[in-house]
């Protein structure tokens, strides 16, 4: 298989490493894969600008684009980051719909998980995910990249959609 890379959305010497319309074109891509009452069930990234003002809020979110090759494959982004803690959010854009997006979830999850800070300490210990107990099929996923399940939570999660409180499943990585 090929090399899986993933690329931080960051300033590197004032410049930002992907320009707006290309941020705004990833929820675009989520939208157009049919993706985004799934990715964003909660409603508050109702469009591209609200994602792309999430990305760049001081405080707000931590945007990777995860690269096969040539091939942006998708996304991971970190939020609600607390010590050594965050949640973590993944997606694939349907162009890796047919590639092994396990091993891909693999190696792209253990980048951030082996990331060190300018010390050379570990700036992760536990990676948490919330995801829909009725999503079976993402469940299963995360648990063949690598998570493991800490148990499934009542009305953990707002659905935007259907205007009510679903159940969620908490799952986590350690080092």
Same mark, same amino acid.
């Given at each position: 298989m090929s090399e899986t890379v993933? *690329?931080?959305?960051?300033?590197?010497?004032?410049? +930002?490493?992907?320009?707006?319309?290309?941020?705004?074109?990833?929820?675009? +891509?989520?939208?157009?894969?049919? @993706?985004?009452?799934?990715?964003?069930?909660?409603?508050?990234?109702?469009?591209?600008?609200?994602?792309?003002?999430?990305?760049?809020?001081?405080?707000?979110?931590?945007?990777?684009? *995860?690269?096969?090759?040539? @091939?942006?494959?998708?996304?991971?982004?970190?939020?609600r980051i607390e010590g050594k803690t965050c949640? *973590?959010?993944?997606?694939?854009?349907?162009?890796?719909?047919?590639?092994?997006? *396990?091993?891909?979830? +693999?190696?792209a999850i253990r980048q951030v998980m082996y990331m060190t800070s300018t010390t050379g300490e570990h700036i992760f210990d536990v990676l948490l995910g919330l995801t829909p107990s009725r999503n079976v099929r993402a469940l299963r996923w995360l648990e063949k990249v690598g998570l493991k399940k800490a148990g499934d939570i009542p009305n953990a999660m707002w659905d935007a959609k259907a205007g009510e409180s679903v159940d969620g499943t908490l799952m986590y990585l350690t080092r």
């Open positions: 993933i *690329v931080p959305y960051c300033e590197i010497d004032g410049i +930002r490493t992907f320009n707006d319309s290309e941020v705004r074109s990833f929820y675009e +891509r989520i939208e157009r894969d049919g @993706l985004k009452d799934i990715v964003f069930m909660h409603g508050d990234i109702p469009d591209a600008n609200a994602f792309l003002h999430e990305m760049k809020r001081p405080g707000g979110s931590v945007l990777y684009v *995860v690269y096969v090759e040539d @091939l942006q494959a998708g996304l991971i982004w970190l939020n949640r *973590v959010h993944f997606t694939s854009f349907s162009e890796a719909w047919g590639m092994d997006t *396990v091993q891909i979830g +693999r190696d």
